[in-house]
């Protein structure tokens, strides 16, 4: 029995050692199978990107850039290099503003540095050539036939198209007169009436130009103007004018109707004045002239009428129309705040009744602190134009003054497109600038092509006393100049 119990436990024995073997191996073959613990992962390389990834814009336009930066354990310190002085950059941060300067190719590198990691990236830049507008200044001279002008049009763009066809838009300043036709406008009713048209040549009538012009003739060839531009996808745009004075023809209506709109000693038109009442027709005023009606509310009115009426997308206000005086420092009425105040609620009134119809102004030849010292012209009043003419024209002013007008016209902001002078003949008088001015029309030439990427445009007279254009041959070469890259 003794043997039998000792075998009995020695069994057991020997079946609990296997047992806890088994286990054992189980638990051996499950630790073998567990994973390991992942090892740690290398922190990722400093990387830079930038939005936007390439940039095309134009000299005086601005580019915010923003600079994205990856891998870093601290903030990174973010740098904005420029190429080259074509651009400059003003960083703040990740982010920096680049303002475009100088036509060309050129890049702009963020560069992030984070202890001793280093990344950089780079924003290709093209600036592209401003866009330029040329006005070409245009009087009924340049058409043979008022009654079919088609052909006379035709020939006229035709002639400026080296310098018209790389334009962003084409402005014809087609200058029917002072403001004769405007203020005796009496409406759609009346569109054969004759009209005081742009004839004289030095202050005098000339037998080559009488003939008659009349509301209904305008109204075609505006719009022949428009035809012929869109068969030559040309961007053409068509404005008339209004003048202070009596330079281009006798003002029946300002001298002799109604000089109480006139200041006669500084022979400017006086938007300030009270109307005087009359029985005459007007398009705006069917019952006549109303009393004690601000003389330059008056002719706006008349001249949104006309300009809707005839299809005119603009207007030039001529020779500082607006304010008394003319050209020169110090031949003016000298500044007061009154004044002031009045031309600036003349140029309110003067947006609000020509709507989306826009305006240019033709400047005093001055600086804006003479145009406020001088005419009283307030420095708010730049921001009602469409266009700003720096006048520049030969017989009235010379380089430094229309250098130092031009810039400072450049520094208004913001400000209407600033347009630059050229000077080769005039509508109106028998001298040539080209001829008797040469030397400072070469100089204006100059002038445009070195303030290219500032400027807005172009704007000169387009025909001569005759009725001519300027020589297609000073047109080319004045063009090659102007748009080479």
């Not at 054992?24 to 073998?32: G, V």
């Not at 009496?186 to 008659?212: C, E, I, L, Q």
Request: glycine share 6%; aromatic share 10%; with cysteine.
């Amino acid at each position: 029995m003794l043997r039998r119990g000792a075998s009995l436990a020695s069994r057991a024995v020997r079946t609990l050692a296997c047992a806890s073997f088994v286990v054992l191996a189980a638990c051996e073959d499950r630790a073998i199978e567990s994973p390991r613990p992942a090892e740690p992962k290398p922190p990722a390389e400093l990387a830079v990107s930038l939005s936007p990834a390439q940039i095309t814009c134009t000299p005086g336009r601005s580019v915010r850039v923003q600079a994205t930066v990856t891998g870093s354990v601290a903030t990174p310190l973010v740098t904005f290099v420029a190429h080259d002085v074509r651009v400059a950059v003003s960083a703040d941060g990740a982010t920096a503003n680049v303002r475009c300067l100088t036509r060309g190719q050129t890049s702009v590198a963020a560069v992030a540095v984070d202890g001793r990691e280093r990344a950089s990236a780079t924003v290709p830049i093209t600036v592209q050539p401003r866009p330029a507008s040329v006005v070409l200044f245009a009087t009924p001279k340049m058409l043979a036939d008022f009654e079919n002008p088609r052909s006379g049009v035709a020939a006229f763009l035709q002639h400026y198209e080296p310098l018209t066809r790389r334009a962003s838009e084409v402005i014809v300043i087609f200058a029917v007169g002072n403001s004769e036709h405007m203020l005796s406008y009496r409406g759609p009713a009346y569109m054969s009436d004759s009209v005081m048209w742009a004839a004289y040549t030095d202050g005098k009538d000339v037998p080559a130009f009488n003939r008659k012009l009349r509301f209904r003739q305008i109204a075609n060839i505006v719009q022949t103007f428009k035809d012929v531009a869109a068969e030559s996808r040309l961007r053409l745009k068509v404005y008339d004018q209004i003048d202070p004075g009596p330079e281009m023809a006798w003002e029946y209506w300002k001298y002799t109707r109604h000089p109480e709109c006139m200041d006669l000693r500084l022979e400017s038109f006086d938007i300030r004045g009270r109307l005087k009442p009359d029985s005459l027709i007007y398009a705006s005023a069917p019952q006549g002239a109303p009393a004690g009606k601000l003389c330059g509310e008056f002719i706006v009115d008349q001249a949104a009428v006309y300009l809707r009426d005839h299809g005119f997308d603009g207007i030039l206000y001529g020779n500082q129309f607006g304010t008394r005086g003319k050209w020169e420092p110090g031949r003016g009425p000298g500044y007061t705040a009154a004044e002031a105040e009045a031309i600036q609620a003349f140029l309110d009134y003067s947006n609000r009744a020509y709507g989306e119809r826009e305006i240019m102004w033709f400047d005093s030849y001055n600086n804006v602190d003479v145009e406020r010292e001088t005419f009283s012209f307030p420095y708010s009043g730049y921001q009602a134009f469409d266009y700003l003419m720096a006048s520049g024209f030969c017989v009235i002013t010379d380089t430094p003054r229309y250098v130092d007008n031009l810039e400072s016209k450049l520094r208004i902001n913001p400000g209407p497109r600033i347009l630059a002078t050229l000077d080769y003949v005039d509508p109106w008088y028998t001298y040539d600038s080209m001829r008797d001015f040469a030397e400072e029309s070469q100089r204006l030439e100059d002038i445009a092509v070195r303030y290219r990427d500032r400027i807005d445009g172009l704007v000169f007279f387009a025909n001569d006393h005759n009725g001519v254009p300027v020589p297609r041959r000073i047109i080319e070469a004045f063009a090659a100049r102007f748009y080479a890259d």
